[in-house]
């Protein structure tokens, strides 16, 4: 570390605990951390010594501390505390004093007559002296020049009404003469009473809007509120609705297997019937075939009456079978009752839909516009964002089939 820094910028005194920054400066690290901290609200950062601006708050590095502090803290055990810095030089966004040379202390006041700024130190004097007695000082602004006529180098007093704009007393003798004009004292208490008015009437603005705000998110909330109903209402009707399907669907698998189960034992019967008749049958024929072959004759002729006898007073039943039998029917009722469902369902939907987009949530009031200015003029699409979006009601088939609903 050179000579010339053995000492702070900013405190003026020996370095402690020095720290750099990247375009090589070294400050005490508590002085640097407070001049920072005080900047930390504009979001630009500046070297105190170079005034390099850095984007964001750069990360100081320890350095070796000075000779100076390196050799006062081997002879003391417990060295002072560091110094305060001295705070009162203009920062960034502080008005400097015009009268420092070199770092300027924080201007505190500023006098219209002299067009200048000054600290506290340089400020005795508009106190102290009688020649100053008529300045009039205000707190710190800065742009001066924006006070002083750019053609007569002179201070800005009177206001010309004629041409809107601050002119100097040399104005009025030959580029304003005749022309409407007051002091800038004047326009200043008049335009302050439009103003203030002006002020009212926002103030105003900003209560309506709050309202408005207030209600807008009260509305909001309590169309959640419903919104959340309706579904959950919708919810536990169409799951009724499921369960009454499913109820008729389990009413028709009863139908279908109690018809099935009745003609199933009514067809096992006939088999049954049929199984012992045909049995009887060969058996018939079984002693046909013996007494046909049998040689004893008047054997032969008595059985041979019997048989034919027995055979002649038995009438078999038949038993007739619907080749056509079938469930459809049962799938045609069901098919019906699908498209009678779908349909119905969909009028509704439609009816609902046409309700519920019919109803506006809110909208603006364009009866209440007031006279509208410059800073008043409210775009089209901002102006949309207050109103609900229509939605087109359905008239064509194509348009309700995109409302449709299966239900089945």
Not at 13 to 29: A, M, N, T
Not at 58 to 84: D, I, K, L, V, Y
Not at 110 to 118: D, E, G, H, K, Q
Request: charged share 30%; with cysteine.
């Amino acid at each position: 570390m050179s000579s010339d820094q053995d000492s702070c910028y900013l405190c003026k005194e020996y370095l402690r605990d020095p720290v750099s920054i990247p375009c090589g400066h070294v400050f005490c690290s508590i002085c640097l951390k407070t001049y920072w901290d005080h900047a930390d609200h504009t979001g630009s950062f500046l070297c105190p010594q170079c005034r390099v601006s850095y984007s964001k708050r750069p990360t100081p590095r320890r350095m070796a501390g000075s000779r100076h502090s390196t050799n006062q803290r081997n002879s003391e055990a417990f060295p002072p505390p560091p110094p305060s810095p001295d705070y009162n030089y203009a920062g960034p966004q502080d008005v400097g004093c015009d009268i420092c040379i070199g770092k300027k202390h924080r201007a505190i006041k500023t006098c219209l007559m002299c067009l200048a700024s000054y600290c506290e130190k340089h400020l005795k004097p508009h106190f102290e002296s009688a020649t100053f007695k008529r300045h009039k000082l205000v707190d710190e602004i800065g742009h001066l020049d924006r006070q002083i006529c750019p053609q007569h180098q002179k201070g800005l007093e009177l206001f010309c009404r004629t041409d809107q704009m601050c002119i100097c007393v040399l104005c009025t003798v030959k580029e304003h003469k005749g022309h409407d004009m007051v002091s800038a004292e004047q326009e200043r208490a008049e335009e302050q009473q439009r103003l203030g008015a002006t002020q009212a009437e926002i103030q105003e603005k900003i209560h309506d809007r709050l309202k408005q705000m207030e209600e807008l998110k009260q509305a909001v909330d309590s169309l959640k509120n419903s919104a959340q109903r309706a579904l959950q209402e919708c919810e536990k009707m169409f799951s009724d609705m499921m369960r009454s399907i499913e109820r008729m669907q389990q009413e028709m698998a009863k139908l279908i297997s109690s018809n099935k189960r009745a003609a199933l034992n009514n067809a096992e019967g006939h088999l049954e019937r049929l199984s012992h008749e045909i049995a009887d049958l060969k058996r018939r024929d079984n002693e046909i075939t013996q007494l046909s072959r049998t040689e004893d004759h008047i054997h032969f002729i008595q059985s041979y009456h019997m048989l034919i006898a027995q055979t002649e007073a038995e009438e078999l039943p038949t038993v007739s079978v619907n080749p056509y039998f079938t469930f459809g029917p049962v799938n045609k009722a069901v098919s019906e009752m699908k498209q009678h469902l779908n349909e119905f369902g969909n009028e509704e939907l439609v009816k609902v839909a046409k309700t519920v987009n019919k109803m506006t949530f809110c909208q603006l009031d364009e009866s209440k516009k007031r006279r509208s200015t410059k800073h008043e003029s409210i775009k089209s699409d901002e102006a949309a964002m207050y109103k609900s979006v229509p939605v087109q009601e359905p008239q064509y088939r194509e348009d309700f089939l995109k409302c449709e609903s299966q239900l089945l």
